[in-house]
C-alpha cells in the first residue's frame, strides 16, 4: 500500500493529511487559537466538592474548572472495598492541590475532562506511574501477551501500569530504558509540584509536528512531501534514530497551495458536508451533536437488481466502510450510533459489523463496537482527545443557532398577528412594520385579504419597510399617524 503525508505549513493555519493509495485517510488542522490540552499534566487546585455526583471541579488555571470524576483518583483505584465505598469528600477538599492531566479538552458549554491516573505516552510504552494497569499491543496473540504482561510486571513498583505498544515487542528491550527515562520523568514533575503554587503547568504537550511524528512511527513507510522546509529538516533529524522506519522526504515548491495540488482541498470540503454519497446512489447523513455522533444510512437511488434483503446487505457493507473512512478523515470520537438500513437476519448484521471493525482496525484511535441494540442500531465508541475536523472549521449557524432549521415565514407572520391582535386599540393611527418580503407576503395574504381584515379589526392602518435578511423577520418599528409612517414606509400595501 502507498502512503503519503502532506504537510502545508506555510501559513499560521498548520495542516497535514494522510494519503492511503492515493485517497485522503485524514485531515488533521491547528489553527493558532485552537491549541489542544490534552496530555498536559498541570498542578491543580480544587475548586469545588459534589458528592451529589463524586466528583470535583478542579482549577488548572484559565478557562472553565476541569471536570475529575472520584474514579479517575489514584487513592481510589489503588484502596479496598471499604475505601471505594467513601464519598469524594473523603479524598479531596476545595483548596486542595492534585496533579491532573487532561483527557478531553473542553468546549464552550463544558470544561475539560481530568484524570488524575497520570499517562505518560513514548514511542514503545504508556506509563501509568498510579495506574495499577498492565495491558500489551493486540497485535500480539493471546499467549505471546500472557507472557509479555507476565515479564513486564516484574519491572514495575506497586502502584505502576504500563501499556505494551506493538512497536516494544520486537524484543530488543528499548521499552526497558523508556520506562526507566519515565518514571525519572514523572518524579522530576512531582518534586516541580512540591514547589509550585496551584494552578501551575507541570508538563505541555508537543505541537502538531508530534501528531506526524507519531504518524510517521504508525504507518513505518511512505513520502512525506511538504512546503515548509524546516519541518522537514526538523523530522529528519527524528528519524535518524530509527532506522526501522523507511521513509523518504520531498519539499513542495510549486506556486499552487499544496492542498489543492494533491486534490485535499476537495475531500475537505467533502468531509464537512451531512451528506455523503455511496457509489451506488446510496447514501449515509451524519449528524454531530453535544453528546454523541449519529449516522443514518439510506438505500437512495440504489434499488439493485436482485432481491430486496440482498440489496440491503450490498448497500450497509458498502455504508460499513465508507463511515470507517468518514470517522477517521473528519476524527470524530466520543459515542457513535450507527442506524443502518433494517436487516433482520443476525448473519447479516455480523458482516456488517465485522466489516466496519475491519475498516478501523488500522485505525489510530482506539474504537469499540459494542454492537446492536434491539432496535437494530450499531452502538460504538471511538476515543477522543480533541474537537473533530468539523469543530475546527465549522462554527454555529447565526441564523438557525445550530438546530439546522428555521422558522418559516408563515410561523414568523402568525406571531406577528398575535401581537398586533394583543396591542391595546384605539392609541395610534397607524403602525410601521420592518419585515422580509417572505413575512409580508405571508401576513398580507392573497390579494391582501388578511391585511384589510386586521386593520378593520384593529382600527387601525399598518405600514410595512421591507428589509433584506437571511431568515424570516419582523419587528414593530413605530406607532403614530397614517401621514408620517406613510412616508417611512416602503411600501403599505
Known amino acids: 500500500m502507498s502512503q503519503s503525508i502532506v504537510i502545508n505549513f506555510k501559513t499560521r493555519e498548520k495542516r497535514y493529511a494522510v494519503l492511503e493509495n492515493g485517497e485522503v485517510a485524514a485531515i488533521r488542522i491547528r489553527q493558532p487559537g485552537d491549541v489542544t490540552k490534552v496530555g498536559n499534566i498541570y498542578l491543580g487546585k480544587v475548586a469545588a466538592v459534589k458528592p451529589g455526583i463524586n466528583a470535583a471541579f478542579i482549577d488548572i488555571g484559565g478557562g472553565r474548572h476541569g471536570y475529575l470524576h472520584i474514579g479517575r483518583l489514584p487513592a481510589f483505584l489503588h484502596g479496598n472495598d471499604e475505601i471505594r465505598e467513601r464519598p469524594i469528600s473523603s479524598f479531596l477538599a476545595a483548596g486542595q492541590p492534585i496533579i491532573v492531566q487532561v483527557k478531553k479538552d473542553g468546549t464552550a458549554l463544558k470544561g475539560p475532562l481530568l484524570t488524575g491516573i497520570i499517562e505518560l505516552a513514548g514511542e514503545q510504552i504508556v506509563y501509568l506511574p498510579e495506574g495499577k494497569y498492565t495491558a500489551v499491543s493486540k497485535k500480539a496473540d493471546e499467549a505471546e501477551r500472557k507472557l509479555w504482561r507476565s515479564r513486564v510486571r516484574a519491572h514495575l513498583e506497586p502502584r505502576e501500569g504500563i501499556i505494551l505498544r506493538t512497536a516494544a515487542l520486537t524484543g530488543d528491550g528499548k521499552w526497558l ?219 454555529v449557524c447565526p441564523v438557525c443557532k445550530g438546530k439546522g432549521k428555521i422558522e418559516s415565514p408563515e410561523t414568523v407572520a402568525f406571531r406577528l398577528e398575535r401581537e398586533l391582535l394583543e396591542m391595546p386599540s384605539g392609541l395610534h393611527e397607524a403602525v410601521l412594520i420592518e419585515c422580509t418580503e417572505d413575512v409580508k407576503d405571508c401576513f398580507c395574504g392573497d390579494n391582501l385579504v388578511h391585511l384589510g381584515r386586521l386593520e378593520h379589526l384593529l382600527h387601525v392602518k399598518l405600514f410595512f419597510r421591507i428589509i433584506r435578511d437571511a431568515h424570516p423577520y419582523y419587528a414593530i418599528r413605530q406607532f403614530g399617524t397614517v401621514r408620517e409612517l406613510g412616508e417611512k414606509s416602503s411600501s403599505s400595501r
Open 177 to 395: 530504558d523508556e520506562l526507566k527515562t519515565m518514571r525519572k520523568k514523572y518524579r522530576a514533575m512531582v518534586d516541580k509540584a512540591s514547589r509550585e503554587k496551584a494552578p501551575a503547568v507541570l508538563y505541555e504537550k508537543n505541537n502538531v509536528e508530534t501528531e506526524i511524528y507519531r504518524e510517521l512511527v504508525r504507518m513505518k513507510s511512505g513520502t512525506v512531501i511538504s512546503d515548509d522546509p524546516e519541518i522537514l529538516k526538523r523530522l529528519k533529524k527524528l528519524l535518524e534514530n530509527h532506522p526501522e522506519l523507511d521513509w523518504s522526504l520531498e519539499f513542495y515548491s510549486g506556486q499552487v497551495n499544496i492542498f489543492t495540488y494533491y486534490k485535499i482541498d476537495g475531500a475537505l470540503e467533502d468531509a464537512l458536508k451531512r451528506i455523503v454519497w455511496l457509489e451506488n446512489g446510496a447514501y449515509i447523513v451524519i449528524d454531530e451533536t453535544e453528546a454523541l455522533i449519529s449516522i443514518d444510512v439510506n438505500t437512495g437511488k440504489y434499488t439493485g437488481r436482485q432481491d430486496q434483503d440482498e440489496t440491503v446487505l450490498q448497500t450497509n457493507m458498502l455504508a460499513a466502510k465508507e463511515i470507517a473512512r468518514q470517522l477517521k478523515l473528519r476524527d470524530y470520537g466520543g459515542m457513535i450510533l450507527i442506524d443502518f438500513i433494517d436487516m433482520q437476519d443476525e448473519k447479516e448484521r455480523e458482516k456488517v459489523r465485522l466489516a466496519l471493525e475491519k475498516e478501523l482496525a488500522n485505525d489510530g484511535k482506539q474504537t469499540r463496537i459494542t454492537g446492536f441494540t434491539e432496535l437494530g442500531i450499531l452502538q460504538m465508541t471511538r476515543k477522543k482527545t480533541r474537537k473533530s475536523l468539523p469543530e475546527t472549521l465549522l462554527k
